[in-house]
């Protein structure tokens, strides 16, 4: 399969650093995190997530919603019991409070969104299982 | 003057419309916004704003503060008593509660930029007198 590893028009914020230690084992694949606003004044995490070609979290939830800007690459997103939205440069995903779902990267493609945590005063995400090789598969064929 | 007319590289996001009726009262030269986020419940208004060359706001303020992410071209941004900041994509600026500022394109440049309305419970942004051509032109000679 032919992967776009050109990630010249990806990279407009900081790639950041691979995730490893616990926050690894969230993911399926390689990722990069960069948070890009941390100030709690601001009461608005904001960060730069970049995935491997067929990287994605396990499925998960946030109390208080997120908001994903698509920046770069092609990838997907999919709530639980939906089908899979692609997604591409400036598109922008609306994830309310509780609804589990996951997102990451196309087959042959790197990806890259800006990630916006909404309401963080209702407290951290909750990770679920991981997204299966059967589950992703079915996306993309 | 050479201008980088060419916007294929900025717009990710939607250009939206040219600022039109009472707000454009408070930008010199034309500007186009789309608002990418306004559900309440995520309480994160989120936009994407497109000045063209030598385009700017007026001084202004946010009680709440307000997040910048530079997507395209090149621009700036100028806190009250301080010395420009040139802007290119990548980067990240954090704009405190009350803090008098604005921000705009270069005098050669199309400039891009997200915007986050942090704490929007705090109130509307409060606008101040225009950036007079004496002012911008110091920035960038």
Redesign the interface.
């Known amino acids: 399969m032919m992967v776009n590893n050109d990630l010249s028009e990806s ?4 790639k950041g650093n691979k995730v490893e230690g616990p926050l690894a084992s969230v993911f399926t694949g390689d990722a990069w995190v960069e948070m ?2 941390t ?1 709690e ?4 995490p ?1 960060y730069n997530v970049t995935f491997e070609p067929r990287g994605r979290n396990n499925w998960h939830s946030h109390p208080g ?1 997120q ?1 994903l ?1 698509v ?1 770069g690459g092609r990838g997907w997103y999919q709530e639980d019991g939906k089908p899979g939205r692609e997604l591409k ?2 598109d ?1 995903v ?1 994830i ?2 509780n609804v589990k779902h996951w997102h990451g990267a196309a087959k042959d493609s790197w990806f890259t969104h ?1 990630g ?1 945590t ?2 963080p005063e209702k407290g951290d995400a909750k990770w679920f299982e991981t997204v299966t090789d059967e589950e992703y598969n079915k996306l993309d064929s």
């Open positions: 990279i407009i914020f900081p890009l606003v100030d004044k601001f009461n608005c904001v919603g908001i800007l920046t440069p400036g922008v609306k309310p409070s800006l916006i909404t309401n």
